[in-house]
């Protein structure tokens, strides 16, 4: 993947801004508002002094600047409801997009990230940008036209004094540019130490027994805290910085302030202005300088806006995966294997793989462990990409198409270990198929041996069940997902050692029940249990890399 540059940045940002920016310009134009009536305030505050120190009515100008006070109120409240309603929405506007777009890229590129990481940057970093987007910009914006308005107003009143005021922009440039690249480091490694501090938590969450077996509570506890102590550290300097640099802003700040007021001062003790235009002119110098401050202080900002930008577009490279649209029809489906080359690093896993499977087959693949099997399995899926060869599927009318994700749509796929959702038994099963009536959920459960356990559960098919299968036994939760595969109704079944945890009797009645589906799909069962090969026509060995025919029963494939 590329190095992301400015204008990658620029285009991105802009991407998602356009749909919101209408409401985004609403929010400036309230900014804006606000400006014009604090403004207002300030120019009928030397009015109403000035009225009052030579006596006369100043009730008119008061019934104003209440006025424009409720009003300013008004707008402060519609602004920040607007805000958290569109920044509510933008962020899971985002989230949205990458959760689909980690849902439509190639498996192997997104697993190569952590699900502590992908959440991070699932939550963390798009509401970084989302906040950037929403407030921050528009800040700038409005702080920008609120420095250039107040420094005119200054410049009327006292030109030496608005240049003074500006010493402190100089002041503010430097430290923005000092602080830029430092901050973006560091807000990168805020961002990374995040990441690693979640992913922690929520693998430990999940292999809780885990922890608690190897009476690993202390040593969580420890490692959690370590990775707590590294990401302050970064957040630690991260402040450490942006307090330095607005230390001297502010003492910056404060010198300009103290200038305008002893000049001030000054003019007053020679009667050449008035109470009112002296207190204008404190109040402009403090006015000319918030903003110039206000935007130094929007750095750290748009840094974190950029960099969780960054880390968002990094996964939004991932190639997608190849959907190209699913030509194979019927229920004859078989597939071939020619020279097929696969390895997950420079070390083959698969070596010029030659294998045909034809339609109606039942085929075991068998091999020691880590030899292979599931690899094979996912190369048929798609979901990993050969290095070499070709993997074709083709039906009985004779159609081939080389696999791809469409693939997924014909085939019922049964995983290693325990894949159920939280839910109610019927949710899980109604992935298989969505729209599967009762009478279809019991008879898919009967096929997988678990119709009698299920009505046994106190609310049958409604019953909830935890986190991968919590409440259930493996061997039930196995019958579950057998049940969700049956109920695709597809015509090419993949088990992956799906019937590990049964024991031999509700083994056998399963695969009594699978050879007995009509109609009759092609079935891929990996196993290491000599009693499955029984139900199978052919048994293939993966072994150094090849597949090899370990014994021929009945099936000479035609098709
Ligand atoms: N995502 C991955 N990245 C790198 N190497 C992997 C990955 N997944 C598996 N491997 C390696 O590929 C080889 C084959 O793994 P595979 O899971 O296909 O074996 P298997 O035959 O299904 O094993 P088992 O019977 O134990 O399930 C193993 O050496 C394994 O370490």
Redesign the pocket.
Known sequence: MGKIRGRDYISWLWQYTAPYAGRIGLLLLFGLLETFASLAMVQITKEIIDHATVGSGFGRLLTGYVLLLLGMQGISVLSTLLTALVTERFSFGIRRQIYEKILHSGW?EV?AYHTGDLMTRLTSDAGNVADGIVGTIPNILQLGIELVLVFCMLFYYSPLLAVFALLVAPVAALCSWWLGKRLKRLQGKVQESESEYRSFLQESLANLLIVKAFTGEDRAVERLTKLREERFYWVYRKTGLGTASSTVMSLAFQGGYLIAFSYGAWQLSRQQITYGTMSVFLTLVNRVQAPILGLAQQIPRIIALLTSAGRIMELQRIPGEQRAAGEIRGWEIGVELRNVCFG??REP?LKRVNLKICPGEFVAIV?E????????IRILMAFLETGAGTVDFYNGSGQRQETGAFVRKFIAYVP?GNTLFSGTVRENLQMGREDASEEELWAALKLASGENFVRSLPEGLDTVIGERGHGLSEGQAQRIAIARAFLRRAPFLIMD?ATSALDEATEVAVLQGLRALEPRPTCLL?T?RKGVLKYCDRELC?REGSVTEECSTTTICTA
Do not use: M, N, P, W
């Open positions: 192997r697993t997950y690093t896993v091999g462990s880590g030899i292979g099997k599931t690899t094979l290693q050692e990996i290491h993966i």
